[in-house]
């Protein structure tokens, strides 16, 4: 059995969460804040999760995709003591650990200056591309992901594995699989031909950004037919895996402020009764908000400090989530259920959630009322209506 498929993710940036300083001016003291992010782990079982998807961890300059040493924990979080620790912890409550693999890049003055190309990536200065046809690039990354997977962690996000050709991970992963073969490769693909990159390239999943533009989209243009198109896209890709869902991420803006707190219940309604492996991204279900803007500091509204507890505020959401990952956790077919459409208007969707077994749940969706229903043959598992 994969760990993915019973694995409901909760994503942590942990330098925003942590409220480590993202730009700093001269080189940090060692300051052990992943001891903190251990405390809320108990949080995250709570909720019904069972994986903890932590952006970059390394050693880094800045925001962390700025990685300097793969092998060291960046001192604004604290000290492989203190990682070790935090594995140790979500391992004893059941909770696998997936960090971030920035293998596309690394910083401009990491000791990795000779396995790069010379050239920045996407325009950044600060960051260089690392040069997958070197063999000793794929002996760094293959060692690097079997150290931590040594150590504990179930397996990995690719950050930008869309800018990697294939042929590297097709070199790399069979030897990470011959060590850890239950191992989990999550790769970040916002465009390009996602069920062809994963045959290619041997990864698990990618990150659906498809369907995660087509939930907020229809609802907030009053548009379903936009995602009625992008589920069939779904459902096709579930023939070859089962991608990664989410409403949102450490990349895009809070999904409460595309559509408002009551909306984005209908999101995560959604995210919750299609196929894939869904991840909450924290705080999405305490309603934070929070926009994306293109600059300096563009990101530091979607990675927020983590407060020392949740504001009361966020409660009727928090349950909100709960119900609905109780209804996921209630029926495991869903991980590769397939969507089809019963009726539908702009405004109103109906369709079915089908399993490989004839199991189904019925979903109805409106955005005039802001309401949602979920049952199963006459009896309702779930219903929402905003106030």
Wanted: hydrophobic content about 40%.
């Amino acid at each position: 059995m994969s760990f993915a498929e019973h694995a409901i993710i909760w994503q942590v940036y942990p330098l925003g969460a942590l409220g480590a300083p993202i730009r700093p001016e001269a080189p940090e003291p060692v300051t052990h804040r992943l001891p903190n992010l251990a405390s809320w782990l108990d949080y995250l079982v709570g909720l019904g999760c069972n994986a903890l998807m932590l952006g970059p961890v390394f050693a880094s300059v800045s925001h962390g995709y700025d990685t300097q040493d793969f092998y060291r924990v960046d001192p604004r979080l604290g000290t492989e003591a203190d990682m070790d620790e935090l594995l140790a912890a979500a391992q004893s409550r059941g909770i696998g650990v997936i960090l971030d693999g920035v293998f596309n890049h690394v910083s401009n003055t990491s000791k990795y200056e000779a396995l790069t190309t010379g050239s920045s990536f996407e325009g950044h200065d600060i960051l260089a591309e690392l040069d997958h046809n070197n063999p000793a690039v794929v002996a760094l990354v293959v060692d690097v992901m079997n150290y931590w997977l040594d150590r504990g962690i179930a397996g990995w996000r690719l950050d930008a594995v869309y800018a990697v050709a294939p042929e590297f991970w097709a070199k790399v992963l069979p030897q990470v699989r011959q060590q850890h073969p239950d191992s989990w490769i999550l790769g970040e693909m916002i465009h390009g031909d996602y069920a062809e990159y994963v045959q290619s390239s041997g990864i698990d999943s990618v990150t659906e950004y498809e369907l995660w533009k087509a939930i907020w989209s229809s609802i907030k243009e009053s548009n379903f037919f936009e995602l009625e198109w992008t589920l069939g896209r779904h459902n096709e890709f579930l023939e070859t895996f089962v991608p990664q869902t989410f409403i949102g991420n450490h990349d895009v803006t809070r999904i409460a402020t595309q559509i408002g707190q009551e909306k984005a219940i209908l999101a995560a309604v959604i995210l919750f009764t299609v196929g894939g492996v869904p991840s909450i991204y924290y705080g999405d279900e305490q309603g934070f908000t929070g926009l994306k803007e293109e600059n300096i500091a563009g990101d530091d509204a979607i990675r927020p400090p983590l407060p020392a507890e949740f504001s009361p505020l966020g409660k009727w959401i928090e349950n909100i989530y709960k119900a609905l990952i109780a209804i996921r956790r209630q029926h495991p077919w869903l991980h590769q259920a397939h969507t089809e459409v019963v009726e539908i208007e702009n405004e109103s969707l109906t369709y079915k959630a089908v399993g490989a077994e004839g199991q189904e749940l019925l979903v109805q969706l409106d955005l005039q009322a802001v309401s949602a229903r979920i049952s199963e043959g006459e009896t309702e598992l779930f219903s929402y209506t905003a106030s």
